[in-house]
């Protein structure tokens, strides 16, 4: 059952997807639905003995293709609409142990490669308007399987967080004329406190306004509105700069550090984005210590407010202190 | 083709800028599968 309920009073659809409730969860590592199927092994997911990257619809998905009319039909005031959409599992690489940190920046790129294919892909379905790429990892984010994947979201509206952003950078168009995106990646330059790497053409900073204590956001410098507008050096350059911001996260408190990956970029809707939308992946790891947490509570959830109790400038220098250690014992040139 | 805005990738086949092999299959339930496949190139071969 895959449906969507209104909710009026904050303006958003409310995606309910029962079936879910029986996915796997934590299976052991011999028993993982992701790995390669095994000759005389359990049928995986993926009926080959190897792989490089794959893609599949899930199981389980919180919205799907060919889905009815929903039987509870709601109201003028709450209305309800089929759960319509494309939800896609990416496997990075058939090695059940590897993170997105430890793989090679070809492999990041090659994937880079495959998100860009689907952006393009999923966005040209009728019915799609956001392509939300994403990956929650670590068991702190409430993940199910451990193996290196990331998900697809390919909704059927503009969900709130993008589209609040993307409201705010075509009203700062409209004044100022310019990106709101490049305005704020050129006062992080300038500035240089908050910066934590940089390529030739992506440059990775924790925001001045961070809701997180390691959150950080990666811009591309070029105004390129998605992940398919980014030519060969660019995704190239985008591959560097994740994998050092990467291993900087794994040597920060000497573990794999959990996080939610998001990528924002253009609608798929057919309207106009240019110099509004600008392609940027923005990483939450929920860590404020090795061994405390930031949790969403009553001012984050309730009132929609978030508190912090670091600044960015702190957890900025301690992320590129990180960064540069981290580089400098796989023998890399810092950017 | 819609008039939907994908950008340069226009809907279409995404400018390659590597020879990745791509392999749609059926899943018995209905579902699909893709193989993305880098041809010519291994991890083992490519120092980063």
């Given at each position: 059952?895959?449906?969507?309920?209104?909710?009026?009073?904050?303006?958003?659809?409310?995606?309910?997807?029962?079936?879910?409730?029986?996915?796997?969860?934590?299976?052991?590592?011999?028993?993982?639905?992701?790995?390669?199927?095994?000759?005389?092994?359990?049928?995986?997911?993926?009926?080959?003995?190897?792989?490089?990257?794959?893609?599949?619809?899930?199981?389980?998905?919180?919205?799907?293709?060919?889905?009815?009319?929903?039987?509870?039909?709601?109201?003028?005031?709450?209305?309800?609409?089929?759960?319509?959409?494309?939800?896609?599992?990416?496997?990075?690489?058939?090695?059940?142990?590897?993170?997105?940190?430890?793989?090679?920046?070809?492999?990041?790129?090659?994937?880079?490669?495959?998100?860009?294919?689907?952006?393009?892909?999923?966005g040209a379905r009728e019915e799609v308007r956001y392509v939300f790429i994403f990956e929650n990892k670590?068991?702190?984010?409430?993940?199910?399987?451990?193996?290196?994947?990331?998900?697809?979201?390919?909704?059927?509206?503009?969900?709130?967080?993008?589209?609040?952003?993307?409201?705010?950078?075509?009203?700062?168009?409209?004044?100022?004329?310019?990106?709101?995106?490049?305005?704020?990646?050129?006062?992080?330059?300038?500035?240089?406190?908050?910066?934590?790497?940089?390529?030739?053409?992506?440059?990775?900073?924790?925001?001045?306004?961070?809701?997180?204590?390691?959150?950080?956001?990666?811009?591309?410098?070029?105004?390129?509105?998605?992940?398919?507008?980014?030519?060969?050096?660019?995704?190239?350059?985008?591959?560097?700069?994740?994998?050092?911001?990467?291993?900087?996260?794994?040597?920060?408190?000497?573990?794999?550090?959990?996080?939610?990956?998001?990528?924002?970029?253009?609608?798929?809707?057919?309207?106009?984005?240019?110099?509004?939308?600008?392609?940027?992946?923005?990483?939450?790891?929920?860590?404020?210590?090795?061994?405390?947490?930031?949790?969403?509570?009553?001012?984050?959830?309730?009132a929609g407010a978030f508190v912090m109790d670091v600044l960015p400038e702190q957890t900025a220098h301690?992320?590129?202190?990180?960064?540069?250690?981290?580089?400098?014992?796989?023998?890399?040139?810092?950017? | 083709?819609?008039?939907?805005?994908?950008?340069?990738?226009?809907?279409?086949?995404?400018?390659?800028?590597?020879?990745?092999?791509?392999?749609?299959?059926?899943?018995?339930?209905?579902?699909?599968?893709?193989?993305?496949?880098?041809?010519?190139?291994?991890?083992?071969?490519?120092?980063?």
């Open positions: 059952m895959n449906q969507l309920r209104w909710d009026p009073t904050l303006r958003e659809w409310v995606a309910y997807a029962t079936h879910r409730q029986d996915r796997t969860f934590l299976p052991p590592a011999e028993y993982c639905p992701l790995d390669p199927t095994k000759p005389g092994g359990f049928p995986t997911e993926v009926p080959r003995e190897h792989y490089d990257i794959v893609v599949f619809e899930n199981k389980f998905p919180s919205l799907a293709r060919d889905v009815p009319e929903p039987d509870e039909k709601g109201t003028a005031l709450t209305p309800t609409a089929p759960g319509l959409g494309v939800c896609e599992v990416v496997l990075y690489s058939d090695d059940h142990d590897a993170t997105l940190a430890g793989m090679s920046e070809r492999r990041i790129r090659n994937l880079i490669e495959v998100w860009a294919d689907r952006f393009a892909e999923l670590g068991e702190a984010i409430g993940v199910t399987l451990h193996h290196p994947h990331g998900q697809i979201y390919a909704y059927p509206f503009v969900p709130p967080r993008p589209k609040k952003e993307l409201e705010a950078a075509r009203e700062y168009k409209t004044h100022s004329g310019g990106c709101l995106h490049c305005d704020l990646l050129s006062q992080e330059h300038e500035d240089g406190r908050r910066m934590v790497a940089k390529g030739e053409h992506f440059s990775a900073f924790i925001p001045f306004y961070a809701h997180f204590p390691f959150e950080a956001h990666v811009y591309s410098r070029r105004c390129a509105p998605s992940i398919a507008d980014l030519d060969a050096a660019e995704r190239w350059d985008l591959a560097r700069v994740l994998k050092r911001l990467l291993i900087g996260y794994d040597a920060l408190f000497g573990f794999s550090l959990p996080y939610m990956m998001v990528m924002h970029q253009s609608p798929t809707d057919g309207e106009d984005y240019e110099g509004v939308a600008h392609f940027h992946v923005e990483f939450y790891p929920p860590n404020r210590t090795a061994d405390k947490l930031k949790y969403l509570a009553g001012s984050e959830t309730g301690t992320l590129r202190e990180a960064i540069e250690s981290a580089a400098d014992e796989a023998g890399d040139a810092a950017p | 083709m819609s008039a939907k805005n994908l950008g340069a990738a226009g809907g279409e086949k995404i400018p390659r800028h590597l020879e990745m092999v791509k392999e749609r299959e059926p899943k018995e339930d209905g579902r699909y599968i893709i193989f993305y496949t880098c041809e010519g190139e291994t991890e083992e071969e490519v120092e980063d």
